[in-house]
């Protein structure tokens, strides 16, 4: 069975753009979160996704935003970039149905963004 | 609301010698617990999960933790230690807060495995 994957793998992008970042999960994993990792803060929570509605949010602003479609394929979208958003974005699926908490997650390789 | 700590943000050892990792936990309702590891340029990948079923927990790898509910420790162990466990390890753990499950990870402990 294919793993989580996630495009690109790297990208650089400027200050004031905005950045959109694909994930594709396990096939029959409907859960999808998203986490931010940097050396400074480590890994933090974005949002998780399940059939389509975001069922889970962290702590950061309005300019990060997600989605997730039919296919339980899910995008991040990133706009008016801050220098501050230069991370390791990491994508992870899970077999997770409800909102139990036992489900492991898989994740996938990231997307390392840069922000000039 | 739930928290996770790991002692010490790197660990050295010798190969062949024994490998502790330390995580502590709060949580005000019974956790899920977790260690996953991360090598470079990777995603993290599950060692093993605890869910109540029983306290000492096998994983891949030859790693194994145990929970301690007096103690909210979920320390990882693994008696002999490679080269190849060189890398990053976090401990998460997950539970209710308010009907729905956002896992908390660990800082992270950076594992070096001398020759």
């Known amino acids: 069975k294919a793993g989580v994957t996630q495009t690109p793998r790297y990208l650089i992008k400027t200050r004031g753009q905005q950045v959109t970042l694909s994930c594709s999960p396990i096939?029959?994993?409907?859960?999808v979160s998203w986490y931010q990792q940097t050396p400074g803060q480590g890994l933090q929570f974005l949002f998780e996704y399940f059939s389509e509605t975001q069922r889970n949010k962290g702590n950061f602003p309005g300019r990060f935003s997600g989605r997730q479609f039919s296919n339980s394929r899910s995008e991040m979208n990133v706009s008016t970039l801050e220098l501050g958003d230069s991370a390791l974005y990491l994508c992870a699926s899970s077999l997770a149905t409800g909102t139990g908490p036992s489900y492991e997650q898989y994740f996938g390789p990231g997307t390392r963004l840069t922000v000039t | 609301a739930q928290s996770v700590t790991q002692l010490g943000s790197h660990v050295s050892v010798s190969e062949g010698a024994l490998v502790l990792l330390r995580c502590n936990y709060s949580s005000s309702v019974p956790p899920y617990l977790f260690w996953y590891v991360q090598y470079p340029n990777q995603g993290l990948q599950l060692l093993l999960k605890y869910t109540s079923a029983a306290t000492l927990v096998k994983g891949i790898n030859g790693f194994e933790a145990e929970f301690k509910k007096s103690e909210t420790s979920f320390h990882l162990t693994k008696p002999s230690a490679h080269m190849s466990d060189a890398a990053e390890y976090f401990c998460?753990?997950?539970?209710?807060?308010?009907?729905?499950?956002?896992?908390?990870f660990g800082r992270g402990t950076s594992l070096i495995v001398h020759p």
């Open positions: 096939s029959g994993h409907r859960s």
């Open positions: 998460a753990v997950t539970a209710s807060s308010g009907g729905s499950y956002i896992p908390t």
